[in-house]
């Protein structure tokens, strides 16, 4: 979706109620014994590649893989709605059904699929802390092949709050209730490699990258955690924006800053759509650290 696309959807769409709420979750990020207990009150999906899905899953888990959550023409972006409308019913997804989403374990998949069915008004979703490793280790079991879930039945209904633009993340560059949040490689932040034709970071971001939200076994850290790594500077904030490259570093943060009850939204189009469009201002060097 293109910016004006996005502006004329959020206008045409209407924000999602809540009517369809059933309230089994009870988080974002749950543990393999919840779902070990609950398997039978959620839908869940699996963001893997097709063939990891195929080579061991979890029982009854339709396959959704993050890869295909990417426009073919600009992958720094999303499919269009209709698109991503059409692959979340071919994975069996319902509004009314509490939805699960696992990778790896390294949070990139899920968490970005997590994103898309909250963008798109997706009452109740989850991610399984620890992928399948996690659930391998708690005494889940797997099961092979391909499975194919009875179609679901989703009409989005977009969240305007979750996705912002260039446009918005110009207007936050002088709006001090908005922080903004880089979680691209130090490297990537100091301008010392790019994914786009200029380098550097958007004036004013702070360098959070993915891998600081991760603990030393490679798993989420616990809220505690995460305050520290981003408490400070939450301080007086009212919305944060986050970006990366193509969206997977951006998606861990934005579940990160969920959890500690921030209002979140990550940047579509990124660092690639940022650094191409003509006008507007890049950093080069270090600015902030948490």
Known sequence: MRAAAAAALACALAVV???ARTDVLPG???????????RGEVHVLDARPAAAYAAGHLP??????????????????????????ALLEA???RAGRPVVVYDDGSLKDAARLLWVLELLGHPEVAVLAGGVAG???AGGPLERGNARPPRGRFVPALRPGRIVTHVEMRLALDDPTVLVVDARPP??????VSSGPRAGHIPGAINVPYRAHLDADGRL????GLHRLYGE??????RVYVYCDRGRESAVAYLALRLLGAEAAVYHGGWEDWSRTPGLPVARGQEAEP
């Open 17 to 19: 109620s809540e009517a």
């Open 28 to 38: 974002l990020l749950i543990g393999p014994a919840w779902l070990l207990a609950h």
């Open 60 to 85: 009854g888990a339709a396959s959704l893989p993050e890869a295909r959550l990417h426009a073919e023409a600009d992958p720094a972006r999303l499919p269009d709605l209709m698109r991503l409308q």
């Open 91 to 93: 994975a069996g997804v």
């Open 135 to 137: 659930w391998v280790a």
């Open 187 to 192: 490297e990537a932040y100091e301008g010392l």
């Open 221 to 224: 850290r616990d809220r505690a």
């Open 233 to 238: 500077h939450l301080r007086g904030i009212r």
